[in-house]
């Protein structure tokens, strides 16, 4: 049986860029900006995986990065089974997030041409963090009881990281052939027409 393109392409994307979480993870590839952010290349490999390989594709991604998360970030920093707590809570925010711009540049892709498109996937990363960063810092005091986190801090925590991954993932995009630029995970309108068509139409 033929396996469609929209669904082996993201399978197959989301494992690599999963194992490049992990391995990145694993590795301690991290900038310390302060004691609440940890900023680190996954939150790049997070947003193209969401753009360009879909639901499927992010939360195979997303599952290789919070297994190394926890093996090699998390564990122990936190009481037992806090620290778990910790990084399902992580993993419930980031998937939330990460659908919306999933969807955000499926959206934007459809009706904005280069450079104009760029301006729309740095407005889809800024409702992905602010909706990511608010079920964070929920999750997290939910998970450690007295762990203080707090909107003001973690918002302006995240400020430089959304500069630099927005920066970071329009070169890419930019640099990327169109026909790779396009999302992967599903077929156009016009393009489940063209291939429907029979020889001779």
């Known amino acids: 049986m033929r396996v469609k393109r929209t669904i082996w392409i993201p399978i197959v994307g989301g494992f690599i860029f999963g194992a490049l979480s992990f391995l990145i993870t694993a590795a301690n590839i991290t900038v310390q900006i302060s004691d609440e952010l940890i900023l680190g290349p996954w939150e790049i490999i997070n947003s193209l995986s969401a753009a360009l390989f879909g639901p499927l594709g992010l939360l195979i991604t997303e599952i290789g990065l919070d297994i190394s998360a926890y093996l090699y970030l998390i564990k122990g920093t936190f009481p037992a089974p806090q620290d778990f707590y910790f990084m399902v809570g992580n993993f419930l925010a980031h998937i939330a997030a990460m659908l919306v711009t999933a969807f955000g540049y499926r959206f934007i892709y ?18 992905n963090y602010f909706i990511g960063a608010s079920l964070q810092v929920m999750l ?6 007295g762990l203080g986190a707090t909107f003001a801090v973690w918002f302006s925590n995240i400020r430089l990281e959304f500069i630099l991954v927005s920066v970071i993932t329009s070169l890419i995009l930019l640099a ?20 429907g068509e029979m020889p001779g139409d």
């Open 110 to 127: 459809n009706r904005l041409k280069i450079p104009r498109l760029l301006l729309g996937w740095v407005l889809v990363l800024g409702i």
């Open 140 to 145: 997290f005091n939910l998970a450690v009881p």
């Open 176 to 195: 990327l052939p169109e026909r790779y630029r396009r999302p992967q995970w599903y077929e156009s309108k016009q393009a489940s027409d063209q291939s």
